[in-house]
């Protein structure tokens, strides 16, 4: 199984790029030239860098010129042979007609399926546990980690057909339920459980989803990645999902089945591009439901509908047919074929008013943090360090409180642990989201998000380690064998006990998404095996080093703190300061559970990641702001509130996950239902951990800063 996701195309304002089937690119990468591009074409990257520059002293011009001269000539010479290459599993695939292929350019083209999923149920299954049309020699192309994490199961199907070769009406298999028997009986209950939940099939052409487009609301059209297996009219004759599509679908308390599809494939004939054969640009169908009157001579004419009712009376042949079309459309590239669907998603107008309002919170607590930096903290200081000190003691204030500002906290070996591990989540999430804004982690590269997430998570034990073990040296603590295991352990413990319970409850009920024994256990190598020796790197490294040194000097007596108002007390303010920060994310928040629960394709990492910058920005300013007026109410107990106050964040996000569950999602059964919020669970701890770090850091900086440039004697 490999470990690293294939890295994905370049986002050009849209995912505009798409990789080819695993189990069709077998051959090495394809190779290009270094020239430019052609319009639509993916850059080439090359294996060295062009531009090389010289700095040479004056007194040395001369020599240094010639060098240059015959530096740049060895260069443009070994250019002049220079290759590019396609990133693994990114070079587009040719097809050829029968009898023109060859082992560059396929004929047959090799349709695969995937888990089906659905909306109103958490768990997703693998397309053999329905009882569909099955491959008599089964290919199952290799799942990287995310994938497997995600549950995708992604196998070869009995569809299969030569390029450019129009197909009518084509029988696959027949399904035959007897009702004496309960095998078929079984199989058939499992059958309508899917169709009366909505479960809809995943199929793939060429590593690019199998869309299903059908009009929607001002004349839009909407295309979907999945399709349902099939539908129901209740027992009051109310048609649910896809049953409003076809009116003849009226008959009460009956099942109708989708078993025929005509698949509609596009395709860049390449003239004028240079390449031997055609590519595939879009790959769309239309289910139908269709009675066959014949099985040995399927009609795909007919207008009358599959019907399964409810109640099994008699026998039923379900015969499973499709068609295919080919049509050649040479204004679509092949870079660019995931843009129909994309488009079809409207979510932009959306995102600049969540940015917008989003950059008026900044602007906002940027200027209260601006006023009290520029005037009131500077007048602060002006006081502060006026001759008389006699009079500036007798002042209430943050000064008054210097001698206990810096007072290590109650439970810091706790709050370090946190710190660690919110450092480790906060480079991973940077890194993740950079990537993705590069295209690196595309949709088209299925599970390469999650992939990368994981394995940065691994490597990333090292600062873990070490900011834990600064951090709690200078708290002053001594146990730095607790903290380090602390640190390695604690967190990861959490999850990985939530997310075990939730792999019981999958395995139990029989889900794709249940992970396998191996690679829970391939799990626990990462984490034993390089997570943990990289944390005690990081930590070895982190008390080697001496503490962080304080501006100021700890009195040996606590100062007490004088009586606080409503407003300056911890619970008030903690529970303040996550509402600002949280109100920046909760429009881009909506998208991301969607795309979780809802199965929708999420593409706008540009948006996510300008978020991500937003709310870094408002949860370090929301936590100085607050920081600021306790320090001014001589509450000197920084250290805890800190972390809390933009931590508190993730509470809001638990409550808004909740009101999602309840207005947004249409899951019934206990087991989704426990899944759902076991999930959400996990992501809760996430984000508590990584906000609040980023509050705590933002502080720590504020309080040393107002601090050293105050005279103290």
Not at 74 to 102: M, N, R
Request: proline share 5%; glycine share 6%; with cysteine.
């Amino acid at each position: 199984m490999p470990w690293l996701s294939r890295a994905s195309s370049t986002l050009s304002g849209r995912v505009s790029a798409a990789s080819v089937s695993r189990a069709q690119t077998t051959s090495e990468p394809r190779k290009a030239s270094c020239s430019p591009p052609a319009p639509g074409r993916r850059k080439p990257l090359c294996s060295h860098h062009r531009n090389q520059s010289v700095e040479a002293p004056l007194v040395n011009m001369k020599r240094r010129i010639h060098v240059g001269f015959a530096l740049v000539y060895l260069l443009v010479s070994h250019f002049s042979a220079c290759s590019a290459f396609y990133l693994p599993g990114l070079a587009p695939v040719s097809f050829c007609e029968d009898g023109k292929g060859g082992d560059d350019c396929p004929t047959l083209i090799q349709l695969f399926v995937n888990r089906l999923d659905s909306v109103e149920s958490v768990l997703p299954y693998e397309y053999d546990v329905f009882d569909f049309c099955k491959d008599v020699k089964e290919k199952r192309p290799s799942e990287n980690l995310g994938q497997v994490l995600f549950g995708e199961r992604i196998e070869s199907s009995p569809y299969k057909f030569n390029f450019n070769e129009a197909i009518k009406c084509k029988a696959v298999c027949t399904k035959n339920y007897q009702k004496t028997s309960q095998e078929d009986v079984a199989r058939l209950d499992f059958l309508k459980m899917g169709m009366q939940l909505n479960y809809q099939h995943h199929w793939i052409i060429d590593n690019m989803p199998v869309t299903w487009c059908y009009d929607v609301e001002d004349g839009q059209k909407y295309c979907n990645p999945g399709f349902p297996i099939g539908c129901l009219v209740t027992a009051d004759g109310r048609p649910k999902d896809a049953c409003v599509i076809n009116s003849d679908f009226h008959k009460k308390n009956t099942f109708y089945v989708f078993n025929h599809v005509d698949i509609h494939i596009k395709y860049h004939s390449g003239e004028s591009e240079g390449w031997r054969g055609a590519r595939l640009v879009t790959a769309t169908l239309e289910p139908k439901s269709i009675k066959q009157a014949d099985e040995k001579n399927p009609s795909c004419d007919g207008t009358t509908p599959m019907e399964v009712p409810v109640e099994l009376n008699e026998d039923i042949s379900v015969v499973y047919t499709y068609s295919v079309t080919f049509e050649v459309d040479n204004s679509i590239k092949w870079a660019s074929r995931w843009d129909y669907i994309l488009v079809s998603m409207p979510h932009t107008n959306i995102q600049w008013f969540s940015i917008m309002n989003s950059l008026v919170i900044v602007l906002f607590l940027s200027g209260m943090v601006a006023m009290i930096m520029l005037r009131t903290l500077h007048k602060d200081i002006a006081r502060y360090n006026q001759v008389d000190q006699e009079d500036a003691q007798e002042e209430s204030g943050w000064k008054q409180v210097h001698g206990d500002v810096f007072r290590p906290p109650r439970k810091g070996m706790l709050l370090s642990v946190f710190l660690g591990q919110g450092t480790q989540i906060f480079i991973m999430t940077f890194i993740t989201l950079f990537l993705a804004c590069l295209g690196f982690l595309s949709p088209a590269n299925r599970g390469a998000l999650m992939t990368c997430a994981v394995v940065l998570w691994v490597l990333l034990g090292t600062p873990a380690g070490y900011v834990s073990a600064r951090l709690y040296k200078t708290f002053g603590g001594e146990k730095w064998k607790t903290n380090v295991l602390l640190t390695a352990l604690l967190c990861p413990g959490i999850v990985f006990v939530d997310f075990f319970l939730m792999n019981l409850i999958l395995w139990v009920e029989g889900s794709s998404a249940a992970i396998p024994f191996g690679t829970l256990v391939a799990i626990l190598a990462l984490w034993f095996g390089i997570s943990v020796p990289l944390t005690f790197v990081g930590a070895y490294f982190g008390f080697k080093k001496s503490a962080i040194e304080q501006p100021v000097r700890t009195n040996q007596i606590p100062r007490q703190i004088p009586e606080q108002s409503f407003f300056t007390k911890p619970i008030p303010g903690i529970v303040m300061g996550g509402i600002l920060p949280f109100g920046c994310i909760f429009i881009q928040l909506f998208f991301i559970l969607n795309s979780i629960w809802s199965h929708q394709m999420y593409y706008m990492f540009g948006f996510l990641f300008l978020v991500f910058i937003i709310l870094l920005i408002t949860c370090s300013e929301a936590t100085i702001l607050l920081c600021y007026f306790h320090l001014c109410a001589e509450d000197y107990h920084w250290w805890w509130r800190s972390f809390l106050t933009s931590g508190f964040t993730a509470v809001y996000l638990f409550i808004y996950a909740v009101h999602y569950f309840f207005s947004k999602l249409q899951i019934i059964g206990a087991a989704s239902t426990f899944l759902y919020f076991g999930y959400t669970l996990i992501m809760v701890l996430i984000f508590f951990l990584f906000t609040g770090t980023i509050g705590f850091f933002a502080c720590f900086w504020f309080v040393n800063k107002i601090y050293s440039v105050v005279k103290v004697d």
